[in-house]
């Protein structure tokens, strides 16, 4: 049996608020300390021969992907962007804590909407064609796809499920990275591997739960 080699990433560090304030999601670049986390994975994944570099087409990923792999054509898939989040302003107050902090928990709803905007059916919809066009495509071996951590969860639940299905408790710290191999069947060999805290000693919030104190700091 064959099977091929897909390390998947999540684009580094950003910041999506300025003092509580929401910025635009689609403009944010990596912040400086996403910047060095990007460079520890690159100097992980250093001198591994990617046969394609797969992003979204927001910034975040195309920036990541350069440092990862500077030589590489980048192939930007505006499918694989990020699941599109609403507008805060218009979440109830009341509820705005349980929007952030449960997003990404347990098997998440096909009807759940991501902070009040795109529904993970919507996503999964648009992110699992992507992937079978990838594996029906047999002219690459080795691939790196910088995406995001709704993508990644929604690609890494396909590959332990073989269904649809999001698994919101699977991490994905920024610029981790993932590998997987498939063929016929999926193999998952490692999972939200980071370069700069392999221990993850740093912390124990999920992803959701960070972004809610930088929206509102405690």
């Given at each position: 049996?064959?099977?091929?080699?897909?390390?998947?990433?999540?684009?580094?560090?950003?910041?999506?608020?300025?003092?509580g304030?929401?910025?635009?999601?689609?403009?944010?670049?990596?912040?400086?300390?996403?910047?060095?986390?990007?460079?520890?994975?690159?100097?992980?994944?250093?001198?591994?021969?990617?046969?394609?570099?797969?992003t979204?087409?927001?910034?975040?990923?195309?920036?990541?992907?350069?440092i990862?792999?500077?030589?590489?054509?980048?192939?930007?898939?505006?499918?694989?962007?990020?699941?599109?989040?609403?507008?805060?302003?218009?979440?109830?107050?009341?509820?705005?804590?349980?929007?952030?902090v449960?997003?990404?928990?347990?098997?998440?709803?096909?009807?759940?909407?991501?902070?009040?905007?795109?529904?993970?059916?919507?996503?999964?919809?648009?992110?699992?064609?992507?992937?079978?066009r990838?594996?029906?495509?047999?002219?690459?071996d080795?691939?790196?796809?910088?995406?995001?951590?709704?993508?990644?969860?929604?690609?890494?639940?396909?590959?332990?499920?073989?269904?649809?299905?999001?698994?919101?408790?699977?991490?994905q710290?920024?610029?981790?990275?993932?590998?997987?191999?498939?063929?016929?069947?999926?193999?998952?060999?490692?999972?939200?591997?980071?370069?700069?805290?392999?221990?993850?000693?740093?912390?124990?919030?999920?992803?959701?739960?960070?972004?809610?104190?930088?929206?509102?700091?405690?």
């Amino acid at each position: 049996m064959t099977r091929r080699r897909i390390y998947l990433m999540r684009h580094g560090r950003v910041a999506y608020f300025d003092q509580g304030r929401p910025l635009p999601q689609h403009d944010v670049p990596l912040t400086p300390a996403g910047r060095e986390e990007v460079g520890s994975a690159a100097a992980v994944l250093d001198g591994i021969a990617f046969d394609r570099v797969i992003t979204s087409d927001l910034p975040r990923t195309i920036e990541t992907a350069r440092i990862v792999a500077p030589e590489a054509e980048l192939e930007s898939w505006p499918e694989l962007r990020e699941i599109e989040s609403g507008r805060l302003a218009d979440i109830p107050e009341e509820e705005l804590e349980r929007t952030f902090v449960e997003a990404w928990r347990d098997v998440v709803p096909e009807e759940a909407r991501f902070l009040g905007g795109e529904s993970v059916g919507s996503l999964l919809d648009r992110v699992i064609p992507a992937v079978d066009r990838l594996r029906a495509d047999t002219d690459w071996d080795v691939l790196l796809a910088v995406l995001h951590g709704g993508v990644n969860r929604a690609i890494l639940s396909y590959a332990l499920t073989g269904g649809r299905a999001l698994l919101g408790n699977i991490e994905q710290a920024p610029a981790c990275i993932n590998v997987l191999d498939v063929g016929d069947d999926w193999v998952v060999r490692a999972v939200n591997i980071t370069p700069t805290d392999l221990a993850h000693r740093a912390g124990r919030l999920r992803t959701m739960e960070e972004l809610w104190t930088e929206f509102r700091p405690p």
